[in-house]
């Protein structure tokens, strides 16, 4: 992925029962590094740390398609993560870890405009046995308007804390991705996804 977050840009979130809601950002006001839409010329944030998990694009959940499993001509829209980005920042005895998530909603020919959206999962994993350190599911909503044929989504995820020991790069990693995307997605924890370092 190599499109970068850009501007200040409205993020509709629903609220769903057992989802949390998180509210519009900017990226750049938020001190975040050039990987998150900073400029290179940007101060680090005070307390940045290259000892960061690194981001596990999981396998099947990056995009939600409706109807699924349907030809191309019978689309009515997509909804995919586009970036995920990262920034560790060590906290006293503790590693604070900000994701964010940047995607976009698009019409397929079947398609109309709405507001189009899924529930997205961050989810902090442990290496050494699989194990789910913490989740929380966010709804994410892009609405798509008239004329139109896509829309942004953006998310900055509650904060993800580890151990500031030198060693969370290789004891854990971050899961992102569509709670609907991949199959079983959580019931399989020991199933090795594609990593995407970020």
Do not use: W
Not at 45 to 52: L, N, V, Y
Not at 97 to 115: F, N
Not at 176 to 193: I, L, M, S, W
């Amino acid at each position: 992925m190599n499109k970068g977050f850009a501007g200040l840009a409205a993020l509709a979130l629903l609220a769903a029962p057992g989802v949390e809601t998180a509210v519009a950002f900017d990226f750049p006001k938020l001190g975040m590094p050039e990987m998150l839409g900073g400029k290179k010329d940007a101060p680090q944030t005070p307390g940045a740390t290259a000892d960061c998990p690194v981001i596990v694009a999981e396998d099947g959940a990056q995009m939600l398609r409706t109807p699924p499993g349907v030809e191309a001509a019978s689309v009515h829209h997509q909804v995919s993560i586009k970036d995920i980005a990262r920034e560790c920042v060590v906290n006293g005895d503790q590693i604070v870890i900000r994701v964010g998530v940047e995607g976009d909603a698009m019409l397929g020919p079947a398609g109309a405009p709405g507001a189009y959206g899924g529930t997205i999962r961050v989810a902090l994993r442990r290496t050494k046995d699989d194990s789910i350190v913490s989740t929380k599911n966010y709804r994410v909503n892009a609405s798509i308007p008239a004329g139109g044929a896509r829309a942004d989504f953006r998310l900055l995820a509650d904060p993800l804390t580890v151990p500031a020991n030198g060693k969370a790069q290789e004891e854990y990693e971050i899961l992102v991705g569509f709670t609907g995307g991949a199959a079983d997605a959580e019931e399989k924890p020991a199933a090795r996804r594609k990593k995407g370092r970020r």
